[in-house]
């Protein structure tokens, strides 16, 4: 195991070198394109003007809730802290009242949900009555006759004790099936760094109740982050895999903030890089915790998702990365991801209440993309998550045959090991796979590239060159906006 993460290291600085990764080892998630904070500001008016909902008339719904029992050090989520009973009523109040204004506006009397993603924040950190009223609230404006799967991110506390069976058996009764349990780690030394309001013992005791439960358990881990070593690492991992949950999801710690509000990690660690592991160790802590699952028969399913059944996936995701399927988000930070257009809510917690108490979506940034963008969108997406599929991309972006989008990229891709592909798909290979926002951000236009140019080496895979431009003459008439 040590000699193949040694070889990934390997595969790593000489991807460095040829300007695949960023020279400081950094990275980016690529989470959405354009990047999240990179799009202007934009009015619900010109937003909405040209949308029409989706034929069969589904959406994936994200509803967000922002609060929080304490910070972990690693989070850039802007959250509110503490108990704050009055605080959550108001924000229930408006994220029903917004939920209202978006269905007028696209003329919906009810939203019909293919799938459910309620997130945070720590959306069960609400009292039981909070939690009754939200799940009432919602779905009263929300048809779940047609859901296909109702996902929670939740938090080990919430799910203990009584109490924490009680808001589970709330859940279970009001549809949901299935929980994304964020665990970051296993080893008490490397919780208190994080400032997890919990140790190992209420995380097993969360995992159980959720079990016992019948739900669907992902649980999400954080590699990298001060404290962790090899060994340690690998220790939280086997236990990880002795829980027999359908899915383990890995994170590295980013350090940088990719949103608008910088966590406390990034003041902890800066001038101090000892209190990190190496950038080396933290690679091979992924290659050898990806080995690891592997002997247990879980192999990644969506892009940094573990599984040991195919079906096991966040359907939420896969719809709204894969599918590229229209996604509608509520509350605050919430995004809303519309076929050819993209917009993100406000993060300030005044704002949000000033905008739909003026009636208005809090809507603060977006893009309607143009041929161009939508092209990138429709790569970027399937090709880092799971696969991209040549004839859904025309279809995507109005017909464009595939051959014509950036096919000397593709090429250069291929000559490094990183995609194959045949006569219906493109897909990453296990090295892609390891480096796979890098990948796909080949396809950024320079931009929306996340580092400057000086940040690469100069190498045959620098992200600013080599870009082909799509000519204006290969946009069908009507797609150019
Ligand atoms: C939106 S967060 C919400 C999780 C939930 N509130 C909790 O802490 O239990 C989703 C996941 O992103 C991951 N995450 C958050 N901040 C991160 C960071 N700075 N670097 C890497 N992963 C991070 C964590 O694994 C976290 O569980
Ligand atoms: S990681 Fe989760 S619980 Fe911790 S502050 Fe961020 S959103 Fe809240």
């Known amino acids: 195991m040590v000699e193949r993460a040694l070889a990934r290291v390997a595969d790593y600085r000489r991807l460095q070198e040829a300007g695949l990764i960023c020279r400081s080892g950094d990275f980016f998630p690529s989470v959405h394109y354009p990047p999240i904070t990179m799009y202007p500001p934009v009015e619900e008016e010109t937003f909405f003007a040209t949308y029409t909902p989706p034929q069969d008339g589904l959406f994936d719904v994200y509803a967000h809730i922002p609060f929080c029992r304490s910070r972990c050090l690693f989070c850039h989520y802007p959250v509110q802290l503490g108990e704050r009973s009055a605080e959550k009523d108001r924000y229930l109040g408006a994220l029903e009242r917004e939920m209202d204004l978006s269905m007028q506006l696209l003329g919906l009397e009810r939203i019909k949900a293919r799938s459910v993603l309620v997130g945070g924040g720590t959306p069960t950190y609400l009292t039981l009555d909070q939690l009754a009223r939200f799940l009432t609230f919602f779905s009263q404006r929300v048809d779940l006759s047609d859901c296909r799967q109702f996902n929670y991110d939740v938090d ?29 780690s296993l080893n008490e030394h490397v919780l208190k760094q994080m400032n997890r309001h919990h140790g190992i013992q209420e995380t097993l005791e969360a995992v159980q109740n959720c079990r016992d439960l019948g739900f669907q358990v992902n649980i999400e881990f954080i590699f990298g982050y001060p404290g962790e070593t090899l060994e340690n690492w690998m ?30 990690i990034k003041g902890l660690c800066s001038g101090k890089p000892e209190r990190l592991p190496t950038l080396e160790e933290t690679i091979m802590m ?15 399913n969506l892009r940094r998702v573990f599984s040991r059944e195919r079906h096991h996936y966040s359907h939420y995701a896969d719809n709204q990365c894969c599918g590229l399927l229209d ?15 993209f917009a993100l809510n406000t993060q300030n917690f005044d704002d949000y209440y000033a905008m739909i108490a003026a009636g208005k979506l809090p809507l603060n940034r977006g893009i309607l993309r143009n041929l161009e963008e939508q092209m990138r ?8 998550n799971r696969a991209l599929w040549k004839s ?20 250069r891709l291929k000559e490094h090991g990183l995609i194959v592909e045949d006569d219906e798909k493109v897909e990453l290979t296990p090295l892609g796979a390891f480096v796979a926002d890098e990948v796909v951000q080949q396809f950024h236009a320079p931009e929306y590239s996340p580092y400057p140019a000086e940040s690469y080496a100069d190498g045959p895979l620098h992200p600013h060159r080599n870009w082909d431009r799509v000519p204006q003459a290969q946009i069908p008439a009507g797609q150019s906006s």
């Open 327 to 341: 996604q509608l988000g509520f509350g605050l930070t919430a995004f809303s991801s519309l076929r050819d257009r």
């Open 392 to 411: 859904y991309f025309e279809t995507v972006t109005g017909g464009v045959p595939f051959d014509q989008a950036f096919p000397a990229k593709f090429e």
């Open 156 to 184: 080990p506390v919430t799910l203990i004790g009584d109490e924490g069976l009680e808001r589970l058996r709330l859940m279970r009764a009001h549809g949901v099936d299935r929980v994304t349990i964020g665990v970051q």
């Open 286 to 300: 992924k290659q050898m915790a990806i080995d690891l699952l592997a002997e247990h028969g879980y192999r990644e």
């Open 235 to 264: 220790e939280v991992m086997e236990l990880a895999v002795s829980l027999d949950v359908e899915e383990i999801q890995l994170y590295r710690l980013k350090i940088e903030a990719y949103g608008d509000y910088q966590g406390p």
């Open 377 to 384: 969108w429709a790569i970027i997406l399937p090709l880092k």
